[in-house]
């Protein structure tokens, strides 16, 4: 087990409700975005239903909410972020990928709301009591398609790549998810991931989520002592050019922000901001900006250049 990927996701098991953190281990993230995914399905112009989500969320998922900085209630990024995750799993489908493992998978519900074909194999990889507590949630659902639950610590190198060696001998064209996880982790950590990812041709997407370093201090200072346990990390000051030098290739960027904008979820300073040229994604300097990006391993030609990145 590397110490570097080790540690970072020791931390994101343990982030205050009343005398304990508002995140104290990761169950507890899982529950709070779940609680925002719940929110956006009651509104009349849904980006997405899941009908899931407030039973994952539960009380606790709902009181963090409530409890969570004034500026973080209403969840916009992760709404916005869920949104371009789904449309992206749709167009990877649509091209051939005929697996989808969810590192991290938290309470994610996409293999049962949305609509996939019964061919498509999903894994998800997350601690044994999230895992445990998932499915006996989930019990009376039936997903779409093939799924299938792997209790794991992601931190221990031998059984993450063992999980990935069985995957990439078994599929051709797999959708690596690690959405709302690379936050937490450090560069090093990050390396030792994609290294992990990077061995196998067949993982060939890889869908990664990740804000400036500008945007990042505001988040730390932000949140205060919600994310004392699991605190944010990453932030990549040359942007996708750090995943470009570990040997990926950008096929999709979507701005957060602007995709906000579009999707009339984002407040309105964000708006405004917007009227500003988005800056260049492979030098983000002081720029407020955060993305949803979809890598492509080298190896397999990816037709994407510095041209044709869409912020």
């Not at 190198?157 to 078994?170: F, G, I, N, P, Y």
């Not at 037709?303 to 044709?308: C, E, F, Q, Y």
Request: aromatic residues 6%; contains cysteine.
């Amino acid at each position: 087990m590397e110490p570097p990927l080790e540690e970072a996701f020791s931390q994101m098991r343990t982030g205050r409700r009343g005398g304990l953190p508002l995140v104290s281990n990761v169950s507890d993230t899982a529950r709070w975005v779940a609680s925002y995914r719940a929110a956006e399905s009651e509104r009349p112009d849904a980006l997405f239903h899941d009908p899931y989500a407030g039973q994952l969320a539960g009380n606790d998922g709902l009181a963090m909410t409530a409890l969570a900085p004034r500026h973080l209630r209403s969840g916009w990024p992760l709404v916005v972020r869920t949104k371009l995750i789904d449309d992206i799993v749709a167009t990877a489908v649509s091209q051939g990928c005929d697996c989808i493992v969810n590192l991290g998978a938290g309470f994610d519900t996409r293999p049962y709301r949305l609509r996939l074909p019964p061919s498509l194999s999903w894994v998800e990889a997350d601690m044994p009591a999230i895992i445990d507590e998932k499915e006996a949630l989930l019990r009376d659902a039936t997903p779409s398609c093939s799924l299938e639950r792997v209790r794991l610590d992601l931190a221990n190198q031998a059984a993450r790549e063992a999980l990935l060696k069985d995957v990439s001998t078994s599929n051709n064209d797999v959708l690596v998810i690690s959405e709302g996880v690379l936050v937490y982790l450090d560069d090093h950590a990050i390396t030792a991931l994609s290294d992990g990812l990077i061995a196998h041709s067949s993982l060939r997407w890889w869908l990664v989520d990740f804000f400036s370093p500008r945007v990042l201090a505001l988040m730390q200072k932000g949140t205060g002592q919600a994310f004392e346990r699991a605190p944010l990390k990453f932030a990549p000051p040359n942007g996708v050019a750090f995943f470009e030098k570990l040997g990926w290739s950008v096929t999709q960027l979507h701005s957060v922000m602007r995709e906000a904008t579009r999707l009339r979820r984002a407040p309105l300073l964000v708006r405004l901001a917007q009227l500003r040229p988005e800056p260049d994604p492979r030098q983000l300097g002081t720029a407020h900006w955060g993305a949803v990006v979809l890598l492509e391993h080298a190896a397999r030609g990816a037709a994407a250049t510095r041209g044709m990145l869409t912020p």
